[in-house]
Structure formats: structure tokens, C-alpha cells
């Protein structure tokens, strides 16, 4: 019996979907946070994993990175109510098999689940992947791509922040991670945010983090992309989409290398790399 591990923070939707999925034959264990999923996935148990974006500690986007990293053989399938495009290609990029948006279509779903398993289960795609192995980074041979790399090269190993100008698809998260990855922070986390997905209402808490009760909804603690980069690299995509009054808030994190939680009064030292990245038209709009 395959095994599925669903993060969903909505104990009757998460109850509804792991009925239906028992019913077809799957075992299911269900869990509410990114923190209490952790152990789950590092135990080796889950097959499959079906997550919620939007989690009260964090979100499905660091489960499916943690995942595709750690433990590359378990397949991912997102789960949110938000259709945004971007998030979809994001995730896609990652490594996440499909992304479904709520309300679910029981059979949309179970087909999605059979599908991934059947990829598992399948030699000639395992062969395939292992005789073929698709890199993470192209690099490029002509004169243009060759100064690229130096650039990397000369910037990587320090802790300057890197804005990063193109155009959409060109490449820009790529080009962070190259950066990353030739730095000295290459062990610690590399967390990728796309700022234009994130609305002016809960750009804040999602960026720093919240205490429980701090505001209606909030009822446990977050932490905050900030804080769960610590130590590593933050990309901020699409920087230049954000709302003035966050950017300030961006620019003071930055400066006084600080956050403080939404409803605290604590602050929390930061040892982070900031990468940010926009397309040059933002400037001139």
C-alpha cells in the first residue's frame, strides 16, 4: 500500500482528502506545519507528498524545496488556493510533479496520484534519468555567457548583495542559485520568494514571520522567510513588485541586518545574503 504524507493546516479539508484517498487503496498520514513534516520526510516513510502552499509556519514551497533536496525519489504535489501562475512554475521548476488548486476535483486528484506513482514505478524512467541526468545550470559558451560566469565568479564568494535585472524567464532564479552554490553559504538554505505573489496584506508576516495572536487568524507562531534563511542565501524575485511600505521595511532589514516578528517586541539578528532580482522595465514604468 502506497504511502501518502498530506500537509494540510485545514483539519476537515485534510480529513476529507485522506478518506478518499484510504478509500482508493493509499495509507495516509496527515500533519498540520512544515516543522512537525520534517521528521516525517526525514524518517523515509512517505512515498508521496501533498502539500498545502499556505501553512501557519511557512509554506509548501520549503517542503517541496527540503524534499527535491534531501530526497530527491519522493514525489510532490501542491496543493493552494491561489492560481497564480507564478507560484505553478515555480514549483514545476523545483521539482513538484503537478499543482492543483482548491477546490479539488476528487478524480483530478486521484489520477495525479496514480500518475506519480506510476513514474516511480517505472525502471525505464528511473534508466533514463540516471543515464541522463538533467543539470541544474547550463553553462553557456559564448563571449556574453562567459562574462556572466566571471561576474558569478567574482561576486559569489562575498557577502555583497546582488540585484540581478531581465526580463521574465529569462533565468534570473537560476543565476541566483549559480551564485549561491559558488558561495560560502553554499551548505546553509537558499530560499526563493516571489514577491509578486505575495499580497500587501500578508507580504509582512510572510517575509518576517508573526507571534501568535498579533492579529485575527494568526493563532500559532510563523516564522518568517527571513528567519528561515538564516544563515544562507534569500532571493527576492520580482522585488520591484512589492508595496512601497514593504520595500521600506525590506531596507531597514537589510541595513540593520534585524527583524522583528509582527506582535513582538524581540528582535532577531540575521546572518543572510540578499539577492533581489526585477525586470528592468519595473524602473521604467
Not at 222 to 230: D, I, L, P, V, Y
Request: charged share 25%.
Amino acid at each position: 500500500m502506497p504511502n501518502i504524507l498530506l500537509v494540510e493546516d485545514d483539519i476537515t479539508y485534510a480529513r476529507i482528502i485522506q478518506k478518499f484517498l484510504v478509500k482508493n487503496g493509499f495509507e495516509v498520514k496527515t500533519t498540520e506545519k512544515v516543522k512537525t513534516s520534517l521528521p516525517l520526510i526525514k524518517s523515509g516513510w512517505p512515498e508521496l507528498i501533498i502539500t498545502d502552499y499556505r501553512l501557519p509556519d511557512g509554506n509548501g514551497m520549503q517542503i517541496l524545496e527540503f524534499t527535491k533536496k534531501q530526497y530527491p525519489q519522493i514525489g510532490v504535489i501542491l496543493i493552494t488556493n491561489y492560481s497564480d501562475i507564478r507560484i505553478a512554475v515555480r514549483a514545476i521548476k523545483i521539482g513538484a510533479h503537478e499543482y492543483i488548486t482548491k477546490p479539488i476535483n476528487p478524480d483530478e486528484l486521484l489520477a495525479t496520484v496514480k500518475e506519480v506513482f506510476a513514474i516511480q514505478n517505472n525502471p525505464l524512467i528511473e534508466i533514463s534519468l540516471e543515464q541522463n541526468p538533467i543539470p541544474d545550470y547550463i553553462e553557456g559558451s559564448s563571449p556574453d555567457s562567459k562574462q556572466l560566469e566571471e561576474h558569478i565568479d567574482l561576486v559569489a564568494p562575498t557577502d555583497l548583495s546582488v540585484m540581478i535585472l531581465g526580463e521574465t524567464g529569462t533565468g534570473k532564479e537560476y543565476l541566483a542559485k549559480r551564485i549561491h552554490q559558488k558561495s560560502n553559504r553554499k551548505e546553509k538554505a537558499f530560499v526563493a520568494i516571489d514577491c509578486g505573489a505575495l499580497s500587501s496584506e500578508l507580504a509582512t508576516s510572510e517575509l518576517f514571520g508573526h507571534v501568535k495572536g498579533s492579529f485575527t487568524g494568526a493563532l500559532e507562531d510563523k516564522t518568517g522567510h527571513f528567519e528561515f534563511a538564516n544563515g544562507g542565501t534569500l532571493f527576492l524575485d520580482e522585488v520591484g513588485n512589492l508595496d512601497y511600505e514593504i520595500q521600506l521595511k525590506l531596507l531597514r532589514a537589510i541595513q540593520e541586518k534585524t527583524i522583528r516578528k509582527i506582535g513582538s517586541n524581540q528582535e532577531i539578528p540575521l546572518d543572510i545574503r540578499i539577492i533581489s532580482a526585477t525586470n528592468p522595465l519595473s524602473y521604467i514604468c
